[in-house]
């Protein structure tokens, strides 16, 4: 099935570059989409749960995350792949893209708002629920609006995008930390801006009315969680190499804040304050790289090399950070892990739209499978985390941080495999 353009014609819009302004309203959709959620991530939620349930603040995120992870798992492919059926006369992409935005911000009011830990993991995992739906048709928009050569340019846009959100959430999180309403709605409005923004204006695909669309059953719902590795290697082993990546940087990222508290024995105000240092730190060297290898990527035709030199540096990074004795050398490390970082995110997401098994039908479903490899990594490392963080009597988060490097290092040797692009 190919891509329909508004006009009615059957020429697919990835033939051609959309408008430079178009490029900027979806990149400023996705910044918005990331702010949202990894704001909640990388401060607040750490922050909010600290005040509602100090003693028990590990293992209350862990949960907290976890089973909100287990929504964001659920909840993406099922609608990558309602987004690839859709008939509205709005398009295919844009009601999932502005609907998504609703139900992620209704989510982020009931943690505002939240007096307790439960309550405010319901609010999470409504906010995942629905900002995973959103993202879902946006990274649908990469394969049906950008042609190949230059998808590794967006992608590094996208990936400065990503590296910006959390240094501006941060900062909101800073500024609001007396209002919990402050540091989960700012994020919230800024993000639907911009999102209904893209909406408004997407060149949207559109199903012709003749197109026959098998039912929607239980089986081809369960479909929509799987992409056969033996029939599609390269799209398997692209997807572990996400899910290797992205369990490295989970592990560093929400514990950074506990790290600075236990390892560098700063208070938990303090560490708030330094969490947005460390993310600034990290992010300017994500920014430099992720545009430059984005466009250098394209310029070789090349995918493979950049990720795994990326995967294999983030874990340089992670280890240095984990044999920390001071600050100085945890931005060092942490320096190291976001120019890794920014490079992984810019092509990475290149080679998964490259490796797509079908580019235009099941685009939306396909990334949806592969955007679980960024969820499923929170599952599982809140679960992982405890059982290292026990070693040599409990919080060991230096050992957390070298489980992380080997991840990281895992993620870098998976993408050898791959075939399909160089």
Not at 24 to 40: C, E, Q, R
Not at 386 to 397: D, E, K, S, T
């Amino acid at each position: 099935m190919s891509a329909v353009a508004l006009d009615g014609s059957s020429t697919p819009a990835a033939t051609r570059e959309p408008a430079g302004r178009f490029t900027a309203l979806y990149v400023a959709a996705v910044f918005g989409n990331a702010l949202a959620t990894i704001t909640v991530l990388t401060s607040s939620l750490a922050t909010r749960i600290d005040h509602l349930d100090h003693a028990h603040k590990d293992g209350a995120l862990a949960a907290v995350v976890a089973v909100a992870a287990v929504v964001a798992l659920l909840v993406t492919p099922v609608s990558g792949r309602l987004t690839d059926r859709c008939r509205s006369r709005r398009g295919m992409r844009r009601p999932w893209i502005a609907g998504g935005v609703g139900v992620g911000f209704a989510g982020l009011v009931v943690m505002a708002f939240a007096p307790s830990v439960w309550l405010l993991a319901v609010g999470w995992c409504v906010a995942q629920g629905g900002y995973n739906a959103s993202g879902a048709a946006l990274s649908a928009v990469l394969p049906d609006q950008f042609p190949t050569d230059v998808r590794g340019r967006v992608g590094g846009l996208v990936g400065l995008a990503t590296a910006v959100a959390p240094v501006l959430g941060t900062g909101i999180a800073v500024l609001f930390q007396p209002s919990p309403a402050g540091m989960f709605l700012v994020p919230g409005v800024v993000a639907a801006a911009l999102t209904l923004r893209l909406a408004q204006r997407l060149p949207d695909r559109h199903l012709p009315p003749e197109t026959a669309l098998p039912p929607l059953t239980a089986a081809t719902v369960a479909r929509s969680y799987w992409v056969d590795p033996r029939r599609f290697p390269d799209f398997g082993w692209a997807w572990l190499s996400r899910f290797l990546m992205i369990g490295a940087f989970a592990a560093v990222q929400l514990y950074m804040k506990y790290f600075l508290q236990d390892e560098l024995h700063y208070s938990s105000d303090t560490s708030t304050g330094l969490v947005g240092v460390s993310t600034v730190v990290m992010v300017a060297f994500m920014v430099a790289a992720s545009v430059y290898c984005g466009r250098l990527s394209d310029r070789q035709g090349r995918r493979k090399i950049f990720v795994g030199v990326a995967a294999a540096l983030f874990g340089v990074g992670a280890v240095v950070a984990a044999g920390a004795p001071n600050l100085a050398v945890f931005e060092v490390g942490l320096a190291v892990a976001g120019a890794a970082l920014g490079t992984y995110l810019a092509v990475d997401l290149a080679l998964a739209a490259d490796v797509l098994p079908d580019q235009d039908g099941d685009a939306g479903k396909d990334l949806g499978v592969f955007t679980t490899a960024s969820a499923v990594p929170q599952i599982l490392m809140p679960a992982l985390a405890p059982l290292v963080l026990a070693i040599g009597g409990g919080h060991n988060y230096r050992a957390l941080y070298v489980v992380a490097a080997l991840f990281a290092i895992a993620g870098a040797l998976a993408v050898r495999p791959v075939r399909g692009v160089r």
